[in-house]
């Protein structure tokens, strides 16, 4: 009982840790540096490294190395393309429906105050380390503790919902919301299904990658 309670507790402080105390301290270190620059994303990418170990060493602690073997099958590639094709079809259809979100604000802001030397490091964030840390959190951390395998996929429901909120808690609507969550679910419901991080880790840096695909063409392209 004791070591329940202490691994929720652990739980609770990575995944507020991951959404507020995160952006606190970076906001003290970067709240000097100009937007977009060099030092701004290594300290980004610092943080997001801090996150990324504290959800490794919290998943070894409480379900031991095991947890990072790869799992095959020659289903869950299958699973990992559906997934992909319903979360694209799924931002097509809300593209019609939902403006911007706050947190696309935030990052298109960002995208168009970023040179092209910094370039690679804003890339580097939000397809590589960024999918990482969110699933090992939203995924490994959060459905490991809450509500772990239940027959009626409140684990997944709930990473969903803890997903979709923190991406848009500052202008919360119910459009926004689901735009979010919906992504969740769908990565939710292939770890369910797989029983590994590494494909949801795969879907969401594949989905990033489709987002800021014009940013890539130009990050390679001579011009």
Known sequence: MKRRTVQILLALLVIIYRKTWF?????????RLVPASREFFQILSFLE??????AILYLLVFEGRRFFELKWKWRYPVYLLLAYGANYLLDIALSFLTPATSNQIALNELTEMTGRQELPYLLLIVCLLGPITEELVYRGVLMNTFL??????GDVLLSACVFGYVHVSSGLTPLAFFTYASGGAICAFLYRKTHSLYYPILLHIMINITAFWELWVLLFSGS
Do not use: E
């Not at 490294?49 to 504290?54: A, E, P, R």
């Not at 772990?148 to 996929?153: G, L, Q, T």
């Open 23 to 31: 952006w606190w301290i970076f906001n003290h270190f970067a709240g």
């Open 148 to 153: 772990k395998d239940s027959p009626w996929y």
């Open 49 to 54: 490294f801090s996150v990324t170990f504290l």
